[in-house]
């Protein structure tokens, strides 16, 4: 493949799209201390940043849509980062010729959204690209949020002998917006696990069960969110295959189609790492805030002298470890 041109892979949340940011982006425009968070605490406030944009295809899929996804994305990406869902931008850049009724539709799922969460829309913009300039709509937002505790949900805060805690099952809206788009002739029963995840996330904090870091599962799945984890705290993954909770219906899509299920993207969906041996109540706090998949699903320890390739181990569902591999390219482009 020639480096010398961006390919889909490298937006694909996995190692390609690290490398890129890593190696490429953050050495142009690097103005702060270069973590890979979700968001950022903006200096000497309580107040936390996040950005992002939404391309997903198709618009609508079972369980939501990009009007949606682009609200509850947002509120997400604050949630994990320890902060309330405060204030919000959105911006549009359309197609010309995009039917009126789509957009109709677009805007009333954003408005219910915004209700639904409580976040206040307090500025955006619109752009209309001749046709083929964009494909249909492209969503770009921003949020802006308040910290819950004292503290921000940051990977270097996770140390060896903390529990690792996943609220639900994975892989569900990337296999949903997969199948939506009718390229193998399948038809299932899958729904997109799209929804906020804010009442969680702060369920845990108010249990003081030690949360200290939390992520959402978006692009490169529960893997890429281990990965980046273990990196970022300098720490080795050590998760149990039997404990990672996922949807029948995704199980046997992915025998058939030869996926993973811990590489594909949820949207409402997260880990938390939480106080060693503090797993077990941390998934009751979730149970009884709704998440009635959440569960353990491993442990933190020490990795000072791994490689980035070791850095993540399943115990397989015989009692084998083996090394989780790095996403390296996109099962389905546009997820999100």
Known sequence: ?????????????????????????????????????????????????????????????????????????TVNDLAVMGASPNFLSLSFIIEEGLPRRILDSILGSIGRAVEEVGIKLVCGD?????????????????????????????????????????????GRHEMAVLLSRGEFGIEADIESDLAPIYNGVKALIEANVGLVFARDLTRGGLAMA?????LASNTRVVVDEECIPVNRGVVGLCEVLGFEPVFLACEGTFIAVVGEGRGKEAVEVLKQ??????????VLEGGERLGDVERVIMITRVGSPRLMPLPTGELTPRIC
């Open 289 to 298: 805030a709704g998440y009635e998949n959440a569960s353990r699903i491993g």
């Open 126 to 170: 619109t752009k209309v690209m001749p046709r083929g300039g964009v494909d249909r709509i492209v969503i770009n937002t921003s949020g802006v949020g308040r910290l819950i505790s004292g503290k921000p949900l940051v990977a270097r805060r996770a140390k060896v002998g903390y529990d690792i805690v996943v609220s639900g099952d994975v």
């Open 226 to 230: 281990l990965y980046e984890l273990a």
């Open 1 to 73: 493949m020639d480096d010398d041109v961006i390919t889909i892979a490298d937006g694909s949340g996995g190692i390609k799209t690290f490398d890129l940011l890593k190696n490429v982006i953050l050495p142009s425009v690097l103005s702060s201390d270069g973590s890979m968070e979700d968001g950022a605490l903006l200096d000497g406030t309580d107040l936390v940043f996040t950005t992002d944009s939404f391309t997903v295809n198709p618009l609508f899929f079972p369980g939501g849509d990009i009007g949606k996804l682009s609200v509850y994305g």
